[in-house]
T-cell receptor, first 115, second 115 residues
């Protein structure tokens, strides 16, 4: 029973265009969401997060949108660059301000930026 | 130079042997975590600890054990009871106060192969 779903195992985007990665969740207790970027044989690195009290958070080329009613979030990367090619994981937490619980991860989307 | 270290990077063991994976952090983080990643899968939580001498089971704790004798160290033992121990193991840590409270920092990972 996957509580965080990334339904696209891979996504190919042309360099300079927008990359949109999607994530759906089923657990209504989740109220804090994070995106991580991961290269093979390395640990994930944090990209951007969003609390359920917001519907958008922006950091440079990265923007995360949250639609609470649809239990859906998306990560936009504009413009896409070759170094963005990696696996992107969506993660969720039930405690936005505290608690030591671990994160619940989706299976990831492999983003490929084509020249 | 703060961070999380995991050693070794690659580890080979014979079936039936216990093996301990090291995780050290000098970020003065309160909570530490162990995740497992299998091919095509997201990260799954094995164990976590929010304070010295205390730890909690995650979603897939069977066949694993941990200890937290020091704030900066959280070793994971993969026992012979773990049926499918070959995987990529990731250690993470985070603060429990302040913002962003839920951002976990990951180590570089240990690839365990059981022969």
């Amino acid at each position: 029973d996957q509580q965080v779903k990334q339904n696209s195992p891979s996504l190919s985007v042309q360099e300079g265009r927008i990359s949109i990665l999607n994530c759906d969740y089923t657990n209504s207790m989740f109220d804090y969401f994070l995106w991580y970027k991961k290269y093979p044989a390395e640990g994930p690195t944090f990209l951007i997060s969003i609390s359920s009290i917001k519907d958008k958070n922006e950091d440079g080329r990265f923007t995360v949108f949250l639609n609470k009613s649809a239990k859906h979030l998306s990560l936009h990367i504009v413009p896409s660059q070759p170094g963005d090619s990696a696996v992107y994981f969506c993660a969720a937490s039930p405690h936005s301000g505290g608690g030591a619980d671990g994160l619940t991860f989706g299976k990831g989307t492999h983003l490929i930026i084509q020249p | 130079d703060g961070g999380i270290t995991q050693s070794p990077k690659y580890l080979f063991r014979k079936e039936g042997q216990n093996v301990t994976l090291s995780c050290e952090q000098n970020l003065n983080h309160d909570a530490m975590y162990w995740y497992r990643q299998d091919p095509g899968q997201g990260l799954r939580l094995i164990y976590y600890s929010q304070i010295v001498n205390d730890f909690q089971k995650g979603d897939i704790a069977e066949g694993y054990s941990v200890s937290r004798e020091k704030k900066e160290s959280f070793p994971l033992t993969v026992t012979s009871a773990q049926k499918n121990p070959t995987a990529f193991y990731l250690c993470a840590s985070r603060r429990l106060a302040g913002r962003p409270a839920n951002e976990q920092f990951f180590g570089p990972g240990t690839r365990l192969t059981v022969l």
